[in-house]
């Protein structure tokens, strides 16, 4: 099987330059111009085109369990979304109940996934609990290609870390392992949304109130000097406004290593969102909340200037009806998450590279290359090099379109940015040479997606 992709832009993070990309045996063996095809290998005219290394999604939950309900999407509808959105690799999070066996949550995974994805994957372990007995089950999930740790200062009583937070750490360090951490303070939080209910505050409108910015600022705060006093490689997920991202600046200066990722959420929709009437705001319910419209442009800057280093979707679907309405009297009820996967690369496309907010350079790093290097994932991933995966996506930068719950893939009722344009979309998509979206229409067998063992973090 060998794939030839002729007369495109390749754009990496690095540069911008015309080329063809020969791909063997499931990786790219040569890049050049004027390429020929051997005898049966399947050619693809990229001309007005650009090609991509395939986009890399490091926050997804693709099997996400609450104690209420079940989020909609399979491995199997996840990952067709994913594709046919240019997303050719996701992590997902291994997160065990607290006090159970990492390793039996990893099988659980696993039996979710495990011949039914059809891009590639891996997991985050979302530590819940530590001490002697975890830390020997979390070494052997570390020797199964897992170098990442996620843990929660928020939601208190189900997964937060509590007072585990630097002992955590310190195993982080010790183990070489990346650490991210969900930065809102979770007793802080609860407090104010038994005030909130206890005054009939009920509605989806007052999910912002109970999370405001100084309790994710408080939270970055407290992680990060935990971080820094443990000398842990720490990552700041889903970061969503200026006070939160003021914190991880001014420990960066302090010196802690820390990555920043914010959400293609947080970049176009805002706080008026979850304010909508009719209990519509409950699709927009997420935490760390959707903020003050002003946050936006401040986010955007932070891309451009390197300030902040991925851009991901935090997918997590639930259906307005009969999930998101668990909740229905009562906010904290309401399952957390939007579903997101499936357009992140053509938001961040239109909104972003065509409305000038930054080059495709930064496109490939923020949405591919710097995700694949933090996770360990480069240059197999995140790269348009020999040797590299053949995970491409061949982009049309002319196509007009609008996103739809009608139209897209992923499993769910509804999508947050239901009525946006896009200006550009994956036209061919392949995984490891194998072509699964074609003319913008998935095609792919299901299986083909593989679990990836990952190496350590390439800090960079
Ligand atoms: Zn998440």
Known sequence: MSLLIKGGTVVTAEKIFRSDVFCEKEQITRIGPGLEAPQGATVIDATGKYVF????????HAYLPLKTTTSKDTYETASRAALVGGTTCFIDFCTPERGQDPRAALDLWDSKSEGKAFCDYSYHLAVTGFDARTASQIREVILRGITSFKVYLAYKDSVDIGDGLDDVLRFARENNILTMAHCEDAAAIDALQKKLVAAGRRGPQWHYVSRPPEIEAGGTRRFLEAAGKA?????????SCEEALNEAVAARKRGVNVWI???????????????????????YVVSPPLREKKNQDILWTAIREGVVDVVSSDHAPFDFAGQKSLGENDFTKIPNGMPTLEDRVNLLFTY?????????R???????????KLFGLYPKKGALRVGSDADLVVYDPDYVGTISRRTHHMNVDYNPFEGQVIRGRP????VRGRIVVREGRFVGPVGWGRFVPRGPCQPS
């Not at 290394?53 to 997804?60: E, N, W």
């Not at 000398?231 to 970061?239: D, N, T, W």
């Not at 490939?364 to 290359?369: D, E, F, H, K, R």
């Not at 036209?427 to 392949?430: E, I, K, P, R």
């Open 53 to 60: 290394p395939g986009f890399i999604d490091p926050h997804v």
């Open 231 to 239: 000398g842990a490689l720490a990552y700041v997920v889903h970061l």
């Open 427 to 430: 036209l061919t998509v392949a």
């Open 352 to 360: 972003g590279f065509k409305e000038k907010r930054f080059d495709l």
């Open 362 to 372: 930064r496109l490939v790093q923020v949405a591919s290359t710097t995700p694949a």
């Open 261 to 283: 990722e914010t959400l293609i959420s947080f970049l176009l929709l805002d706080k008026s969102h979850a304010e909508l009437p009719d209990f519509e705001g409950a699709k």
